[in-house]
């Protein structure tokens, strides 16, 4: 049972655009969702995080918007750049702080912003 | 060390065979956490260290996957009986205190079952 489900696959986006990723949990229990960046050989990378209190974060270039009701969030890059090109992954967590923080990963999605 | 370390860094071994995969966390990170990921997915959760103790086994597939972290720093991952399936990168994590917040992962073994 797949408990975060992301969308788009694969996104190519020209450079300076917008790149949305969307995602979609099912479990309410869920109280801490952040996005990874990934390059191909390395670990995934902590890029942006966001707590189910708040609807927007922004850092930079990076926006996370969430959306408690419709239990969905999405990443948003501004302004998109070829060194962007990377696999990000949503992912979701409970208990906060606590003593679990195994994480819930999407299936990815792979952008490749053309210069 | 300055980050997630995790040795070697590829592995090829054949099937039915014994492997064991070593982490070493960041100093001082004292929950440890594996995860695998296999081609075009997520990484998908194996199992968290707290200190010297398995806090939670839940996501290892089965009684061939075994880890152990004995003086709470250093983690090696054991899988017997190597099957093509177990095929995958295997990706380690440390927080400096337990919780989702602050993981750094390593860049994973990428294990090859021929």
């Known amino acids: 049972q797949q408990q975060v489900k992301q969308s788009p696959q694969s996104l190519i986006v020209q450079k300076g655009g917008i790149s949305i990723i969307n995602c979609a949990y099912e479990?309410?229990?869920?109280?801490?969702f952040p996005w990874y960046q990934q390059f191909p050989g390395k670990g995934p990378a902590l890029l942006i995080a966001?707590?189910?209190?708040?609807s927007e974060k922004k850092e930079g270039r990076f926006t996370i918007s969430f959306n408690k009701s419709a239990k969905q969030f999405s990443l948003h890059i501004m302004d998109s750049q070829p060194g962007d090109s990377a696999t990000y992954f949503c992912a979701a967590s409970m208990n906060y702080g606590g003593s679990q923080g195994n994480l819930i990963f999407g299936k990815g999605t792979k952008l490749s912003v053309k210069p | 060390g300055a980050g997630v370390s995790q040795t070697p860094s590829n592995k090829v071994t054949e099937k039915g065979k014994y492997v064991e995969l070593r982490c070493d966390p960041i100093?001082?990170?004292?929950?440890l956490y594996w995860y695998r990921q296999s081609l075009g997915q997520g990484p998908e959760f194996l199992i968290y260290?707290?200190?010297?103790?398995?806090?939670?086994d839940s996501g290892l597939p089965n009684d061939r996957f075994f880890a152990v972290r004995p003086e709470g720093s250093v983690s090696t991952l054991k899988i017997q009986r190597t099957e093509r399936g177990d095929s995958a990168v295997y990706l380690c994590?440390?927080?400096?205190?337990?919780?989702?917040?602050?993981?750094?992962f390593g860049s994973g073994t990428r294990l090859t079952v021929v």
């Open positions: 966001i707590r189910p209190d708040v």
């Open positions: 260290f707290q200190g010297t103790g398995a806090a939670d």
């Open positions: 479990n309410t229990a869920f109280d801490y």
């Open positions: 994590a440390s927080s400096l205190y337990p919780g989702a917040i602050g993981y750094t």
């Open positions: 100093s001082g990170h004292t929950a």
